[in-house]
């Protein structure tokens, strides 16, 4: 699986399927593509409605004929615009095009239904969003259940984990590799994502990548 960093909490992964999370790009100024870069999508996944993370997932999904998978809220709205959409809620499975998406607790905000995190099993590995959570015990149950072969954490505090909670995090999922997201988008959630991985030491590998980066899974 080839994981590419798209700035500020969007990534794309690469696989058997093509597969977007938290899409925003138009206004982001940590983007590194546009949503007009993107001609092909299988699944745009979103964890929230925060403009941040929806962001071009409609147009995205207009465009490629991907299913959207949301919280079943933002998924009625898609659907109400001509989408193809899977609604799901908290602690849920569904199977798009042989992917499965679950859907974990989030401890944040959000204008429609629940934010939440995600857990993607594709091609056999296990990849964990956690959406713009704070830090709890949730953490560690999906850890322990899902055993996630590499986590996507936010850094960046104020609206999210800052990194003291982001290494406890890491701890509590017990998760192998991190790639951290969420932070220098903006001046108000600015983090030092060397010493994010300096802090987190033996306890996983940190993987820092600059927007447009990628990692193979």
Known sequence: MEITFLGHAAVKLKG??????????SGNPAASISAAEIREADIV??????????????????KTGAVLVAINEIAVEAQSQG???????????????????HMVPAWHSAGKGTP????I??????????????????LMLIG????PDLSFI???????????????AVEFIGTKRVIPV???????????????KRRVGDLAEVIVLEPGGTYTL
Do not use: C
């Not at 058997?16 to 790009?25: A, G, V």
């Not at 322990?144 to 055993?147: D, L, N, P």
């Not at 969420?182 to 994010?196: G, Y």
């Open 16 to 25: 058997s399927k093509t597969i977007y999370i938290d899409p925003f790009l």
């Open 45 to 62: 996944v979103v964890t929230h409605d925060h403009s941040d993370h929806l962001g071009d997932a409609f147009p995205i999904a207009r």
């Open 83 to 101: 989408l193809t959409a899977e609604g799901m809620n908290i602690g849920g499975t569904v199977d798009v095009k042989g992917v499965k998406v």
């Open 116 to 119: 939440a995190g995600v857990v």
């Open 121 to 138: 099993e594709m091609d056999g590995r296990r990849v964990y969003h956690a959406g713009d959570t704070g830090l709890s015990y949730d």
């Open 144 to 147: 322990e259940f899902f055993k």
């Open 154 to 168: 936010p850094i960046g505090d104020r609206y999210t984990m800052g990194i003291p909670s982001a290494v406890k």
């Open 182 to 196: 969420h932070f220098n988008t903006w001046p108000l959630v600015k983090a030092d994502a060397q010493e994010f």
